[in-house]
């Protein structure tokens, strides 16, 4: 089944601890990114991949780290979480990026820093 | 860069009455603009999009409309149903750019019976 997968799906936490989020897709996509959602504020792009090797900046890039040396995974890194990176993550995958493609979500990650 | 701006941020409607959701963007270049759905506690999918070279889409019960000179598009949403009840985001693509997608803040739909 093709599919973007995330782990964890929960996630509580207390603050300057390091954690990662992984993300994982199967549908042979080049471009990756990743979002958090808040309310009243729809979604925020964090980081995205154009390919492998290939990471920039999105909208909201502070406090976070990503990697992406397979083409299939694009893990998130906190290196030291605050409480205002709780959240909910979804990370997302298209095959071609460029902003014309449907993008598929991950099923979300819902963190809590303390 | 580029800006969406959605309304309204909550939407109550009766069964079978229609819903509209508007967006606006700020980059003129803009040139794709899908509409993404989120059932509670699942993730967004995409339900319908237009390219800026179209005026109107339509798919069964939703249509999206654009308006480039204005800058704006509109989904709608007829017949409504209970399970149309759910979150709805509008997105804008800037040509050229690497990012993808700015999205708007979401609109809550809940279609009462």
């Known amino acids: 089944e093709a599919q973007v997968t995330q782990n964890p799906r929960y996630l509580i936490t207390v603050t300057g601890k390091k954690l990662t989020v992984t993300c994982s897709q199967n549908?042979?996509?080049?471009?990756m990114s990743w979002y958090r959602q808040d309310p009243g504020l729809g979604l925020r792009q964090i980081y995205y991949?154009?390919?492998?090797?290939?990471?920039d900046k999105g909208d909201v890039p502070e406090g976070y780290k990503v990697s992406r040396k397979e083409k299939r995974n694009f893990p998130l890194i906190l290196e030291s979480p605050s409480p205002n990176q709780t959240s909910l993550y979804f990370c997302?995958?298209?095959?071609?990026?460029?902003?014309?493609?449907?993008?598929?979500f991950g099923p979300g990650t819902r963190l809590t820093v303390l | 860069g580029e800006n969406v701006e959605q309304h309204p941020s909550t939407l109550s409607v009766q069964e079978g009455d229609s819903a509209v959701i508007k967006c606006t963007y700020s980059?003129?270049?803009?040139?794709?603009f899908p509409w993404y759905k989120q059932e509670l506690g699942k993730r967004p999918q995409l339900i319908i999009d237009i390219r800026s070279n179209v005026g109107e889409k339509k798919d069964q019960r939703i249509a999206v409309t654009l308006n480039k000179t204005a800058k704006h598009f509109s989904l709608h949403i007829t017949e409504t149903q209970p399970e149309d009840s759910a979150v709805y985001f509008c997105a804008a693509h800037f040509s050229g750019s690497a990012r993808q997608l700015t999205f708007g803040s979401g609109t809550q739909l809940t279609v009462l019976p």
């Open positions: 980059d003129s270049a803009s040139n794709y």
């Open positions: 549908m042979n996509h080049e471009y």
């Open positions: 991949s154009m390919n492998v090797e290939v990471t």
């Open positions: 997302a995958s298209s095959p071609r990026g460029g902003g014309s493609d449907t993008q598929y």
